[in-house]
């Protein structure tokens, strides 16, 4: 990054400007104090996004995620690419979606292993739907599950990137958490994996659909042309993680769930206020 006496390279301009729209409203330091600012969502995703794009390097090999808060790291990305403060930067998509943004940004993409893939991905970055306090995720409600648990587990460090409403007590607090499954029989592992929650009070699990048409509901297919099945919870997943993941990762017919255990090594997380805090993976 250059010593202190010299100006900031063109990667922490970008990150100083990432707030101007902020600055804008606060006036002369001087001047009287000005009134809050209101940060909408979409400005604290990107302010997360954008401090966590400060962790790349020239060179580096990225794990590109996938989502609303993940697409704006794409962008910053892309600037900074732009302008020749990154030289040597690649990614590795986790979705057709991610490899079509990527493209459009000028974001030089490579694949997942073989002759052409990097030797090793230094750095991914994504988003979660939800981070508990051992900073084990929920990921994947948008469907890319299963290529950003490959993508992210290959990876040397993993750095998530959410606004605050994503942290939670427990997994599966705010919504579905996902099991990737092939459509083959679809039914049957829904059964099996409902089998594995028997008797809990409050959960449900179903297959994700979606309207193919105005009178018909069908499966949602994944880029790798599988199902999701959405599982519930009334309060959360209470017991053991790592127990309930073998657990329904050893029905035949279950490609990958959505629970990231002790994956992150950094959580960077935009509050309210437009501060940000990182939380870093405990030894």
């Known amino acids: 990054m250059g010593s202190a006496a010299t100006s900031p390279p063109p990667s922490m301009k970008l990150a100083q400007e990432d707030l101007k729209r902020v600055a804008a409203h606060m006036g002369d330091a001087a001047a009287s104090p000005p009134p809050p600012v209101k940060l909408t969502q979409e400005d604290l995703k990107r302010v ?3 401090r966590a794009v400060e962790f790349v390097e020239p ?7 996938t989502g609303s808060t993940a697409a704006h790291a794409l962008d910053r990305l892309g600037d900074l690419i732009r302008a020749g403060a990154l030289p040597g930067v690649a990614g590795v998509p986790t979705s057709l979606k991610t490899e079509l943004h990527a493209t459009r940004v000028g974001i030089p993409l490579l694949p997942l292993g073989g002759d052409r893939g990097p030797a090793r991905i230094h750095l991914s970055i994504d988003g979660a739907d939800e981070v508990d306090p051992d900073l084990n995720l929920v990921k994947g409600r948008g469907g890319s599950l299963l290529r950003e648990k490959m993508i992210e587990g290959a990876g040397e460090k ?3 990137i959410v606004d605050e409403s994503k942290l939670v007590p427990r997994l599966g607090c705010t919504g579905a958490v996902p099991v990737e499954v092939i459509p083959f029989g ?3 592992t829904l059964g099996l994996i409902r089998k594995v929650f028997d008797g809990l009070p409050g959960f449900h699990a179903r297959l994700r659909m979606v309207k193919k048409d105005a009178d ?3 499966p949602f297919t994944t880029d790798n042309g599988n199902y999701i099945v959405e599982m519930f919870f009334e309060d959360g997943i209470r017991g053991d ?5 073998d657990q329904l990762l050893r029905i035949t017919g279950v490609v990958e769930h959505g629970m990231f255990l002790s994956m ?3 959580v960077i997380v935009a509050n309210k206020d437009g501060t940000i805090t990182v939380m870093d993976k405990k030894n």
Do not use: K
């Open 48 to 50: 997360a996004a954008h």
């Open 59 to 65: 060179g580096m090999a990225l794990g590109l995620g």
């Open 158 to 160: 993993f750095v998530v």
């Open 186 to 188: 679809a039914p049957h």
């Open 216 to 218: 018909e509901d069908t």
């Open 241 to 245: 993680l790592h127990n309930i993941s």
């Open 264 to 266: 992150a090594t950094s």
